[in-house]
């Protein structure tokens, strides 16, 4: 799903909705952050709170579900890409650093 089509869900959210989503998500954060390693499926929160949800509101938490199950989670290995080095035309693959120190990535804009 795409961010503008959760945008648009949530726009569609009665007042009463926006409460009921509101305290999935805090129940959903508190939940998480409790659990062993704070790894608890948005999937399995939905499960629990999923009953007598209007459908607009039940939209609204399955974004919230599907955005938590896309990308990498804690544990997955990182597929293997290189970068050119700034400043030269060297590059360095990830994989390079496998078995040394962790690597950080940082992406944003330095303009």
Do not use: W
């Not at 409790?34 to 948005?42: R, T």
Request: charged share 30%; proline share 5%; aromatic share 8%.
């Amino acid at each position: 799903m795409l961010k503008a089509d959760r945008d648009q869900i949530m726009e569609n959210l009665s007042e009463d909705d926006r409460k009921r989503f509101s305290e999935f998500i805090d129940y959903y954060r508190a939940k998480r952050k409790a659990s062993s390693g704070g790894q608890m499926p948005a999937r399995e929160m939905f499960e629990v709170v999923g009953d007598g949800l209007t459908d607009v509101a039940r939209q609204a938490m399955e974004a919230v579900v599907q955005r938590d199950e896309m990308g990498p989670h804690a544990g997955d290995v990182p597929p293997d890409f290189n970068l050119k080095l700034i400043g030269s035309e060297d590059r360095v693959r990830l994989s390079s650093f496998k078995g040394q120190k962790p690597v950080a990535l940082i992406f944003g804009s330095y303009t």
